[in-house]
């Protein structure tokens, strides 16, 4: 178990006197019209200043993602293929285009929405969820997609736990028809997608801010005469603020702790978590429930945690099932286990990015979480009190909100009836 206390950053204090990255240099600009309001003598809050200085930047200077990442799929594409593309460049979601769409078309009409590697992986575990006593309708879904049938139209999931899963059972999912056949545009309304909400390089910065936080958008696509320019990530902008260690604005806001800003959001009875003994589609199927990205797991007690599992986790139950195929049954602590395992003989993973929990106490400052989070490359955190019992659950959105408020009208009537998600959609 990973614990802020142990990370000692070294040279803070002179980290952008001289810009050494482009997520730097934005710093700069920041701190140019921070600097600027105070000369003016503006009355304004911090919170105020903050959100003024990111409306006056465009989205045009934020730095470009790898090309690597700008990938879209095909409205056509199978959900196997598209799984593989999204495992072999190494991201969690695309852009869908629509293949029917006329030349002339706008952005709008060219996109249907974004694709997100677990909404298209939990959608076919639940579709073709073992059966379980209290849920014959999922054991006739994994007959249909075993045997052939493509359409499983109709077919829900019932509030039951799930049922225990042998780790055969996933090996046969990736050589079904329903895996094999079934194209992404026909399961466009069954699980959560991402809405296509694209900016253009000229809107702000405060924007961007507000959708990635307010608004609960995972990653936004900047469109420049009709294409995707760029693909802005929760990621990215924690990064950024990791290179800004040392600016006056950033040292303003980021030496506040978390008691100081009333975080974490959540009290600990409303932590959703995972038994370490329960079936592993228990966690992916409490994380669908409840919308949220990762779930600690937590031992007998339920107080303290022992392990941490998240939605990008679920790719490996696809991309690679002989990790468990000689499992009885795949509990949701054998599965990070097994998975880790199985990474660092590869080389590909580092013990603490698969599995172990990081965690921070409600007296860490936003800034030692902000460099936490941006050097393990994870986006949650889990607050702990001094006996190690959690408290509570701490994301990127969570940072990302406290930096800036939503100006009164600010979107106008824009998001009525586009958020929140349908009450049917799934993950």
């Not at 952008?16 to 934005?26: G, H, I, V």
């Not at 006593?133 to 077919?155: D, E, I, Q």
């Not at 007296?363 to 001094?386: A, C, G, P």
């Amino acid at each position: 178990m990973a614990t802020l206390q142990a990370i000692r950053v070294v040279g803070e204090e002179g980290r952008c006197q001289s810009p050494r990255s482009p997520e730097a240099r934005l710093g700069m600009k920041v701190e140019d019209l921070w600097d600027g309001f105070h000369q003016q003598g503006a009355q304004l809050t911090p919170t105020e200043k903050l959100n003024a200085c990111f409306e006056g930047i465009p989205l045009s200077a934020f730095p470009p993602c790898p090309s690597s990442q700008v990938i879209e799929i095909r409205s056509d594409a199978s959900l196997a293929e598209a799984v593989r593309v999204l495992s072999e460049h190494r991201i969690l979601g695309a852009p869908v285009f629509d293949v029917d769409a006329p030349e002339d078309a706008s952005w709008m009409e060219k996109y249907i929405g974004i694709v997100e590697f677990a909404g298209i992986v939990v959608w076919i575990l639940y579709q073709s969820e073992p059966p379980s006593p209290r849920s014959p309708k999922a054991g006739a879904a994994l007959a249909m997609a075993l045997n052939g049938v493509t359409s499983v139209r109709g077919l829900g999931l019932g509030p039951e736990p799930a049922a225990a899963t042998p780790g055969s059972f996933f090996e046969a999912l990736i050589t079904s028809e329903i895996y094999k056949n079934t194209k992404v545009q026909e399961i466009s309304g069954s699980f959560r997608w991402a809405p296509f909400l694209a900016l253009q390089k000229e809107d702000s910065f405060l924007t961007m801010l507000l959708l990635l936080s307010k608004y609960k958008m995972k990653s936004i696509p900047v469109v420049d005469e009709g294409k995707i320019d760029n693909i802005i990530t929760q990621s990215a902008v924690i990064h950024m603020l990791a290179e800004c260690a040392g600016l006056h604005w950033f040292e303003d806001w980021g030496m506040k702790t978390l008691s100081q800003l009333d975080l974490p959001l959540m009290t600990p009875d409303k932590i959703v978590k995972v038994y370490e003994d329960e079936p592993v589609l228990q966690a992916f199927k409490l994380m669908r429930k409840e919308r949220i990205g990762g779930i600690p797991i937590v031992d007998a007690s339920g107080r303290k945690a022992v392990g941490n599992i998240s939605l990008r986790d679920i790719c490996f139950l696809l991309t690679a099932p002989e990790i468990y195929h000689d499992c009885r049954l795949v509990t949701a602590k054998g599965f990070v286990v097994a998975t880790k395992g199985y990474l660092e003989k590869k080389n590909e993973v580092t013990a603490h990015q698969m599995g172990d929990m990081v965690t921070c106490k409600r007296d860490n400052t936003m800034k030692e979480l902000i460099l936490m989070l941006d050097s393990k490359k994870i986006h949650r955190l889990y607050v702990i009190d001094d006996e190690g019992n959690l408290e509570g659950v701490l994301t990127l959105r969570d940072i990302i909100s406290k930096l800036v408020h939503e100006p009164r009208g600010y979107f106008g009537d824009f998001f009525d009836g586009v958020l929140p998600l349908p009450p049917n959609s799934r993950v």
